[in-house]
Nanobody, 124 residues
Framework: QVQLVESGGDSVQTGGFLRLSCVASGIDITRRCIAWYRQGPTHEREEVAFINGYDAAKYADPVSGRFTISRDNAKNTVSLSLFSLKPADTATYYC??????????????????WGQGTQVTVSS
């Protein structure tokens, strides 16, 4: 049984820092894409960042330069470091994996496993 479990969400002030973790079980994510998505109270789910099976990373424009995605294969974990947080970053953050290959699909519907989400709240 494949599970992704996110953690690290919290309430912080503008400019703060958080580190989110996505721990996978039931699947070896060493050569798999892991993506982070977020969904705020008034927005659709949006892609934040992803790291493919060969560790190439890509970031959405609103977070580029502030967020960093990284992988720890020994722990089967992908982390997302959130620097210089803004109120606009307030959302539930989800990790997802595409189990069929190393690349990250363009269509969010192709991700076949999702975590339950972790809440990030940034106050001004």
């Amino acid at each position: 049984q494949v599970q992704l479990v996110e953690s690290g969400g919290d309430s912080v002030q503008t400019g703060g820092f958080l580190r989110l973790s996505c721990v996978a079980s039931g699947i070896d994510i060493t050569r798999r894409c892991i993506a982070w998505y977020r969904q705020g109270p008034t927005h659709e789910r949006e892609e934040v960042a992803f790291i493919n099976g060969y560790d190439a990373a890509k970031y959405a424009d609103p977070v580029s330069g502030r967020f960093t995605i990284s992988r720890d294969n020994a722990k089967n974990t992908v982390s997302l470091s959130l620097f210089s947080l803004k109120p606009a970053d307030t959302a539930t953050y989800y990790c997802a994996t595409y189990s069929k290959s190393w690349y990250c699909p363009a269509d969010v519907k192709e991700y076949d496993y999702w975590g339950q989400g972790t809440q990030v709240t940034v106050s001004s």
